[in-house]
């Protein structure tokens, strides 16, 4: 069985920068798309940012486009969310979560086509 944890979630103020860490373990993390989703209350789960298996294509959400960067270490079995210029709107809980193969063809964006998530890791900026 597959198990995400994320860490470095935590409290900034507007403008600042965290980086949120998922070490996934159990599984076989080289041949997985890994994507981070993020979910503000009374809201649904949406989708942040995503990368494909060998780390040589990502996918953002539009909210944070330019400002978000994913990447992974395949010898880590870890991968990364580094955040820049926070705003508020950015105030949520940030899950990590694993897609299985078969994956090579799309980087995909909903919740439903990831197979394995983690706890979620609380981000909150204050203005």
């Known amino acids: 069985q597959v198990q995400l944890v994320e860490t470095g979630g935590g409290l900034v103020q507007a403008g600042g920068s965290l980086r949120l860490s998922c070490v996934a373990s159990?599984?076989?993390?080289?041949?997985?798309?890994m994507a981070w989703f993020r979910q503000a209350p009374g809201k649904e789960r949406e989708f942040v940012a995503g990368?494909?298996?060998?780390?040589?294509?990502?996918a953002y959400g539009d909210s944070v486009k330019g400002r978000f960067s994913i990447s992974r270490d395949n010898a880590k079995n870890t991968v990364y969310l580094q955040m820049s210029s926070l705003k508020p709107e950015d105030t949520a809980i940030y899950y990590c979560?694993?897609?299985?193969?078969?994956?090579?063809?799309?980087?995909?964006?909903?919740?439903?086509?990831?197979?394995?998530w983690g706890q979620g890791t609380q981000v909150t900026v204050s203005s």
């Open positions: 979560a694993a897609k299985a193969p078969p994956n090579g063809l799309a980087l995909f964006t909903t919740t439903r086509q990831y197979d394995y």
């Open positions: 159990g599984g076989s993390f080289s041949t997985y798309t």
């Open positions: 990368i494909m298996r060998s780390g040589g294509r990502t």
